[in-house]
């Protein structure tokens, strides 16, 4: 069984930083690429940025200069640093990983249960 865990949402004012986390565990095998996803009130799933194995990332333009992803291969962790956060980044992000089980040996894609971050005064 593989599990990820997402931890580090919060209350935050505008202009406010948070960190967040998202540890991958249970019986894997390897991981590819790992990203974070937000959905918003009313909104759908959006993506905010994805990381490669090697580190390559990609960021969404609406994020770009504010959110910085990155991981830990060595504890199948991922990071999400966002800075100067607006009332438009409230929303749950989930964390996604394109990963190999060992139970399955099929590559899949896993999603946590996400974190909710509200940006308010």
């Known amino acids: 069984q593989v599990q990820l865990v997402e931890s580090g949402g919060g209350l935050v004012q505008p202009g406010g930083s948070l960190r967040l986390s998202c540890a991958a565990s249970?019986?894997?095998?390897?991981?590819?690429?790992m990203g974070w996803y937000r959905q918003g009130p009313g909104k759908q799933r959006e993506l905010v940025a994805t990381?490669?194995?090697?580190?390559?990332?990609n960021h969404v333009d609406s994020v770009k200069g504010r959110f910085t992803i990155s991981r830990d291969n060595a504890i199948n962790t991922v990071y999400l640093q966002m800075n100067n956060l607006t009332a438009e980044d409230t929303a749950v992000y989930y964390c996604n990983a394109d990963l190999v089980s060992r139970a399955t040996i099929q590559r899949m894609n896993y999603w946590g249960k996400g974190t909710l971050v509200v940006v308010s005064s």
């Open positions: 249970g019986s894997i095998f390897s991981i590819n690429s």
């Open positions: 990381i490669t194995t090697t580190g390559h990332t």
